[in-house]
């Protein structure tokens, strides 16, 4: 027989064994391009709120953090003017001179260089020494660019000339690739051996040899290909864009197109997570949702609900949460990873998978990086 004393123990017991395990918390900030607000919002992923709108001289654009921590660098497009801000501080560290109307930056993986498009020429900016070190002008306006990993080459998308240009630092020349179409985005594969080109206008996507700049072959897709990302080891490219509620699977190495897979109403942007199962997110904006599918069985696994327009996804180094963020409603939307692997995931036929929280950030988001704090 349990007395009163053994019940209350027992019962109290019980409820901490049905509690569910703490959130883990992840040491850094989601940093949030707030075209309205002329500021930089940053979310401190320790407490999921917003900790700080940061100022700055103009609407900002692209955001990219700095892959050894502790700051994240944002372009001004408007002047471009490249800001550094300091994640310590949640303050802006240092700025550039405008060097002119800006299209697109990327950022080599060593954090030394940062490649800057802008709309006549492109230029490689040194970190270190904070100054221009490389200027390469461009035949007509740009509309992307890529960068290869060794941060020496860049692939840019030329559109009114129905071009692709590969540029290098060590000799300062553009090769120019003709195309069959206009451009939209151009992304390197093959550990930089080949750069691969969207043709939206006529549902292909161009394959180009890195060293000479030729043209290998167009490869005809069922979609308009409009976004992209690849897998952690680059052998799986996917694909979405108008015309198809799904995504194209493209093998870079073979250059082929694979297969298709179902992924929700008018897919949109592409991030894919790796782990013991890889996992490809996309967004789909104009339901409110994100498609959760398993890389490795090719289906569907979760249905995320954030509505508004979800435009962008990011995840935090330790693969603990993937991060939405709402072009229309001005939010981050955050998602525990780890709820894919719960049973109740798994045997739901809906499949819709609850949000961990959601942090308003302010109007007009346009852009999203995830900063660590070392």
């Given at each position: 027989?349990?007395?009163?004393?053994?019940?209350?123990?027992?019962?109290?017991?019980?409820?901490?064994?049905?509690?569910?395990?703490?959130?883990?918390?992840?040491?850094?900030?989601?940093?949030?391009?707030?075209?309205?607000?002329?500021?930089?919002?940053?979310?401190?992923?320790?407490?999921?709120?917003?900790?700080?709108?940061?100022?700055?001289?103009?609407?900002?654009?692209?955001?990219?953090?700095?892959?050894?921590?502790?700051?994240?660098?944002?372009?001004?497009?408007?002047?471009?003017?490249?800001?550094?801000?300091?994640?310590?501080?949640?303050?802006?560290?240092?700025?550039?001179?405008?060097?002119?109307?800006?299209?697109?930056?990327?950022?080599?993986?060593n954090g030394r260089l940062l490649w800057v498009l802008l709309r006549d020429s492109v230029i490689a900016w040194d970190l270190d020494r904070w100054q221009r070190v490389t200027w390469i002008r461009l035949p007509n306006a740009p509309n992307g660019?890529?960068?290869?990993?060794?941060?020496?080459?860049?692939?840019?998308g030329i559109p009114d000339e129905q071009s692709l240009g590969i540029a290098e630092l060590r000799n300062g020349k553009l090769l120019l690739t003709p195309l069959s179409a206009a451009p939209g985005f151009v992304t390197f594969q093959c550990k930089g051996k080949l750069v691969y080109a969207g043709l939206p206008s006529t549902r292909r996507i161009a394959a180009v040899n890195t060293e000479d700049a030729r043209h290998l072959v167009d490869l005809p897709v069922p979609l308009s290909p409009q976004h992209y990302c690849t897998n952690a080891d680059g052998g799986q490219m996917f694909v979405s864009g108008e015309g198809m509620d799904a995504v194209v699977i493209v093998s870079p190495y073979q250059t082929e197109v694979g297969e298709t897979v179902l992924a929700g109403n008018a897919p949109g942007a592409l991030a894919a997570i790796a782990g013991s199962t890889p996992y490809l997110f996309v967004?789909?904006?104009?339901?409110?949702?994100?498609?959760?599918?398993?890389?490795?069985?090719?289906?569907?696994?979760?249905?995320?609900?954030?509505?508004?327009?979800?435009?962008?996804?990011?995840?935090?180094?330790?693969?603990?949460?993937?991060?939405?963020?709402?072009?229309?409603?001005?939010?981050?939307?955050?998602?525990?990873?780890?709820?894919?692997?719960?049973?109740?995931?798994?045997?739901?036929?809906?499949?819709?998978?609850?949000?961990?929280?959601?942090?308003?950030?302010?109007?007009?988001p346009v852009s999203l990086s995830v900063c660590p704090l070392v």
């Open positions: 027989m349990i007395d009163r004393r053994g019940f209350l123990v027992a019962g109290a017991a019980m409820a901490a064994a049905c509690r569910r395990a703490k959130a883990p918390r992840y040491n850094g900030f989601a940093f949030v391009s707030l075209r309205d607000e002329k500021a930089i919002a940053a979310v401190s992923l320790s407490s999921f709120q917003l900790a700080k709108q940061i100022p700055v001289d103009s609407a900002p654009g692209l955001l990219i953090a700095h892959p050894q921590g502790n700051r994240v660098l944002g372009l001004l497009p408007s002047s471009g003017t490249i800001v550094e801000i300091d994640a310590r501080t949640l303050a802006v560290e240092r700025r550039s001179r405008a060097l002119g109307p800006a299209v697109d930056m990327r950022l080599a993986t660019m890529d960068l290869d990993d060794s941060g020496s080459r860049v692939a840019i967004a789909n904006p104009e339901a409110g949702d994100t498609t959760v599918i398993s890389i490795d069985t090719r289906r569907a696994v979760a249905q995320i609900h954030s509505g508004g327009r979800p435009s962008e996804i990011a995840f935090t180094p330790d693969g603990s949460y993937a991060l939405i963020l709402d072009t229309l409603s001005g939010n981050l939307a955050v998602f525990r990873l780890n709820v894919l692997q719960t049973a109740t995931i798994q045997a739901r036929r809906s499949r819709l998978a609850p949000l961990f929280t959601v942090v308003p950030v302010g109007a007009g």
